[in-house]
């Protein structure tokens, strides 16, 4: 058989997702090109009962594929797909200097630039990921995953430009996004004589994803005789497994195997009055959906705290702490404050205890961060630097709210000299057991510009002090927002300086830290954080005045 042959017999047989046999007809081959090492790598990652060794041994395949061939297409996908492999392994010996290598063959190709800045993310390097999504976007990328991305990460650099520059970043992407000639949609005059119909667009729906815990208590909560509510799924799944969601909905289906036109139409089938993004920009969002219209009223709400930039998102769903009258217009969206609070949690099945200091039963002052490593900026770090040089017996508990290599947080301590005071926690195998590790810490501290808000309620629930600094956003406001409506003021800071300042004060008054423990042990359930009712009251009435205003 000659080679033209045999890679057709190979190709047929993908396409027909015959992966063992190409495996096996592979390996037959003594002299083994890049094409062939490629799509071997490629049957491996794609067999039904992938393990690790499959992707191990992918990634063996695609690293000998680029130094056999590594100026080509071939060599091209090759060093893309070990990159990507590599990353998902968390083998980053020799990436490096792959990355250096390709970028000396490939230059400033999209696909090989955006395979570098997936492998950033899960180092979360922020910085330096920003500056590949930004030689990206220079070189006119119309990609929606790689905007999103940019958008998204901007967010965790503390470096980054004020809401005004954000505003109208977010405004370029809009431009980008694709339009499709679609007729008007005009908001049905009788919306308010008959049950409207509402809907929530999310990947994370059918997953046990954070948003879920401040989502689940509004949907048992609305009006079913003024609203008839309905998921729009854009996963993988054919079945909606998250069945305490599901239960809530009247109706649910998903639009992940559409392309985007086709899903426009079938939602706007639907007739959906009301649909709420709540994903904003992150992974697997469509916003292309939004900027083409699927509901006479669009709102961004709870998945991404900033503008989505888009025309044709009508509102965002605020509170009166997160946003400012004299900002909002930075925001595309109409800024909607909800009462009090813009979410509210539906509480843990674990039975709540005011307990001691943990730092009376050990020589010890635990401070504590279980947000997102991606959210730990430099001025953060430089936050934390001072208050632990400022004492040996300050120790900082760390624990990413999502699976990331801890590598260049690590190498970021150590230029500081506080990797000893550090101590990185691996991740939890219960929810259980990650509230019980709350219990180790005794105070808290928040991250910024992009604040925590689910490991805020955590902690809080568990009755532990959470140091937040107020910033000049929604998303640096969250905790700001969250310990006004709980009554704690006493541990908001204005600015870094006094942010360093209460953590040291505090960690040297066991006493005022003690009252300020038993203060949110008591304050809380009497709080609008987890006071699911009133908030859901206080969104009906928001729902009511989008109507109403887009009645006029």
């Known amino acids: 058989m000659s080679k033209i042959d045999k890679i057709d017999q190979l190709r047929k047989l993908f396409f027909n997702k015959k992966f063992d046999e190409i495996i096996i007809e592979i390996e037959k081959i003594k002299d083994k090109n890049s094409l062939y090492l490629n799509i071997l790598g ?3 990652l794609n067999r039904d009962n992938l393990e690790k060794q499959d992707k191990e ?5 695609f690293e000998e594929a680029y130094l056999k061939d590594n100026k080509t297409e071939n060599g091209l996908n090759a060093i893309i797909n070990y990159i990507n492999v590599a990353t998902d392994l968390n083998k980053f010996d020799k990436i490096f200097h792959y990355i250096k290598s390709a970028k000396n063959n490939f230059g400033e190709n999209e696909r090989l630039l955006e395979a570098i800045q997936r492998f950033y993310q899960f180092q979360h390097n922020t910085i330096e990921r920003k500056k590949v999504l930004e030689l990206i976007i220079k070189n006119k990328s119309k990609s929606v995953k790689i905007w999103s991305s940019y958008l998204y990460n901007n967010n965790f650099l503390s470096n980054s430009k004020t809401q005004k520059d954000h505003y109208n970043l977010a405004k370029r992407f809009n431009e980008v996004l694709p339009s499709f000639k679609l007729p008007h949609l005009p908001i049905d005059k009788n919306i308010k004589e008959r049950k409207i119909k509402i809907g929530f667009l999310s990947a994370d729906l059918n997953q046990n994803h954070s948003v879920n815990f401040f989502l689940k208590g509004l949907l048992k909560n609305l009006d079913r005789n003024k609203f008839q509510l309905i998921a729009i799924g854009n996963w993988k799944e054919v079945n909606f497994s998250n069945l305490e969601l599901r239960e809530n909905f009247d109706e649910w289906f998903s639009v992940y195997n559409l392309q985007d036109l086709e899903a426009i ?5 639907k ?6 993004d709540i994903m904003g920009m992150t992974g697997e969002n469509r916003p292309t959906l939004f900027k083409n219209r699927i509901a006479p009223i669009q709102i961004n709400w709870l998945g991404y705290c900033n503008t989505s930039g888009l025309k044709n998102m009508d509102f965002i769903f605020a509170d009166p702490h997160l946003i400012k009258d004299s900002e909002e217009r930075y925001y595309s969206e109409k800024v909607k404050k909800l009462s009090y609070i813009w979410n509210s949690h539906s509480g843990i099945s674990i039975e709540r205890k005011l307990m001691d200091l943990p730092v009376k039963h050990n020589d010890k002052f635990t401070f504590g961060s279980f947000n ?7 001025e953060t770090l430089n936050c934390w630097e001072k208050i632990l040089k400022s004492s040996e017996s300050y120790r900082i508990f760390l624990k990413s709210s999502v699976e990331y290599s801890p590598n260049h947080l690590l190498s970021k301590l150590k230029e500081r000299g506080i990797e000893k005071q550090i101590t990185i926690l691996k991740k939890s195998k219960t929810f ?10 005794d105070l808290a501290l928040d991250t910024f510009p992009y604040n925590g808000v689910t490991t805020t309620f955590e902690a809080l629930w568990q009755s532990v002090p959470v140091l937040t600094l107020r910033g000049d956003n929604f998303l640096s406001r969250n905790g700001y927002s969250i310990l006004k409506n709980l009554g704690i003021e006493e541990l908001i800071s204005n600015n870094s300086d006094d942010y360093v300042s209460k953590a040291i004060k505090l960690s040297n008054n066991y006493n005022d830290l003690q009252n300020i423990k038993k203060k949110i042990y008591e304050n809380l359930l009497n709080s609008k954080l987890f006071d699911v009712k009133s908030f859901t009251e206080s969104f009906e009435n928001a729902l009511l005045e989008c109507v109403s205003e887009k009645l006029q």
Do not use: E
Not at 271 to 276: A, C, L, R, T
Not at 432 to 438: I, S
């Open 372 to 378: 997102n490593f991606n959210k730990i900026s430099d």
């Open 271 to 276: 007739k959906i009055d009301i649909i709420f």
């Open 42 to 44: 490629a049957a491996r």
């Open 265 to 269: 139409n079938l939602i706007r089938s």
């Open 432 to 441: 259980t057991d990650h509230l019980k590790m709350y219990d180790q810490i």
């Open 57 to 61: 041994n992918a990634l063996s395949n």
